[in-house]
């Protein structure tokens, strides 16, 4: 159940709908399950990012992202090249829109069994036979 955090200035939501819909193809591009990738979206206010003790700027002269901070959970069972193959897609995804931004990705692997959702009733562990798809 690989999940995607974006921290960004805020965007309109049919702007964050045309990102998400574009992750997850990179995700099931990848062989991901589409129905278990979750993308959420973080609003990154101004000057609260800092390089070398000063703010950089959240938006652009347009009103646009200025820098975008990715944070995709996966299992810690995908290698190196699954994490290279995901990256540059997300990468490539975000610079067809936002050519001039400040792209930041980080891999934080994770054990299935340390993950646990609810599709109804019953809480799964994704390190589970029932929830193994997608991990």
Request: with cysteine; aromatic share 8%.
């Amino acid at each position: 159940m690989p999940t995607i955090t974006v921290a960004c200035a805020p965007l309109a939501l049919i702007e964050r709908k045309r990102i998400a819909l574009g992750f997850t193809r990179v995700l099931k591009g990848l062989g991901a399950d589409p129905v278990h990738c979750m993308v959420f979206f973080a609003p990154l206010p101004l000057d609260c990012v800092f390089s070398a003790g000063m703010p950089l700027p959240s938006i652009d002269r347009n009103g646009q992202p200025a820098q975008f901070h990715v944070r995709i959970t996966l299992s810690e069972a995908r290698d190196r090249l699954a994490q290279q193959a995901l990256a540059d897609g997300l990468y490539n995804g975000l610079r067809g829109s936002y050519s001039e931004a400040f792209i930041y990705l980080q891999f934080d692997p994770i054990a299935p069994e340390q993950v646990f959702y609810s599709a109804g009733a019953a809480l799964i562990n994704a390190g589970s036979l029932q929830g193994s798809t997608g991990s």
